[in-house]
């Protein structure tokens, strides 16, 4: 279940869905397909739910806790995958076991939330400790992230946000640079946009695949207008991927906010397993990714010429270019090669089911 996220969420549908329907399980996924515009994958149950989005948020809760109680006895098993969903299913009697897949430190997420008041984020931020300290006595908890272990007292198992990496890869083209997911202030939007600006005059394109914030649509709009780059909203991930193909390199320009300094962006692992370079902001986790297979540029923060610096180097170098991109392909395949994690996802579920695969 999901109010919050797309329904063909990278990790929720292509991962963790696609692994438990792989091993032979029926899945039903409740989330917010009307909302967003899309219908249910033919490979499982589909049951529409509202969408919580900024301030409304409880009449998506309320609909969710319904489907809940509707489907308690129907199921083995539930995954919820939004901190508000635990408003949906704590307190309810003779309930199947319930996971909660911790995506993201939720505490530290409400500085980048910009509907919310800043005299209201201390009270939530103490609320949102509380909730995860009761889901944890009467949940199940997966974690995305070793960094968010410290938030909780007992050990949960850690499912990292890994990607499916192909058998081989085109080597990594010297016209066009991607960058694929969210787009808002704090993930760099306006630095991709002074990038494309000044990559035009050497023809060096920007594709920005993903969702778009609400505050960052007219930017990237009035961009798109001008003919500056070029966007493509949210893209299913299994299409988006394709994208990745051949390109020049990949960005991740995330700024220094709390809840990136301890989160892996998936965008990088992503880049790498299509055999691209990558160029990132020294955030803690993405520097230790690139550095350690060099399979790429670190950047200053919010610095988008230092960024087109970068991707000229790349694009003059082909050895260099080439090497990045086959050694960091070759480090994904070793080590981020989500099918490796997707055993122990569904081994998990099932023993917590109390079913056999």
């Known amino acids: 279940m999901t109010v919050v996220h797309h329904p063909e969420d990278a990790r929720i549908l ?7 329907v792989d091993a032979g399980h029926e899945v039903t996924y409740a989330a917010p397909y009307t909302a967003r515009g899309v219908m249910a994958r033919s490979w499982v149950n589909g049951v529409d739910l509202p969408r919580a989005a900024e301030r409304k948020r409880l009449s998506a809760v309320r609909a969710a806790r319904k489907v809940f109680k509707r489907m308690r006895d129907q199921v083995d ?16 009697r003779k309930r199947p076991p319930v996971v909660w897949d911790v995506h993201e430190d939720t505490p530290a997420t409400l500085s980048l939330k910009p509907w919310l008041p800043a005299f209201l984020r201390p009270p939530v931020r103490f609320l949102a400790r509380m909730l995860e300290g009761t889901a944890e006595r009467h949940l199940h908890l997966l974690l995305a992230e070793t960094a968010y272990a410290g938030r909780f007292h007992q050990a949960h198992l850690v499912v990292p946000n890994e990607t499916w990496v ?3 890869v085109t080597p990594p ?3 066009r640079i991607v960058y694929l997911g969210w787009l808002s ?3 760099g ?7 494309a600006r000044l990559l035009q005059p050497y023809r060096v394109a920007v594709e920005l695949i993903g969702y778009a914030d609400p505050q960052s649509r007219p930017a990237l709009n009035a961009a798109v207008a001008e003919g500056v780059l070029e966007w493509r909203d949210f893209m299913p991930n299994d299409e988006a991927l394709k994208r990745l193909d051949g ?9 220094d906010e709390p809840n990136y300094r301890h989160s892996m962006p998936t965008k990088i692992v992503e880049y790498m397993a299509h055999g691209i ?5 020294p955030s803690p986790r993405a520097v230790e990714l690139v550095e350690r297979y060099d399979s790429g540029l670190v950047v200053p923060w919010a610095d988008p010429k230092a960024v087109a610096q970068a991707v000229l180097f790349l694009r003059d170098d082909v050895r260099e270019r080439h090497a990045q991109g086959a050694r960091g392909y070759a480090a994904a395949r070793a080590n981020h090669h989500w099918p490796n994690s997707a055993r122990r996802f569904v081994s998990q579920l099932e023993a917590w089911a109390g079913v056999k695969s």
């Open 77 to 92: 098993l539930v995954v919820v995958h939004d901190p508000e969903l635990l408003l949906a299913v704590v307190g309810v």
């Open 247 to 255: 390109a020049l390199a990949g960005l991740s320009l995330l700024h």
């Open 166 to 168: 192909p058998d081989d």
């Open 14 to 20: 292509h991962r963790q869905i696609r692994a438990l």
């Open 185 to 187: 202030e704090a993930r």
């Open 173 to 175: 083209g010297d016209d």
């Open 277 to 281: 370079p990558v160029i990132t902001t």
């Open 189 to 195: 939007v306006r630095d991709a946009i002074e990038v």
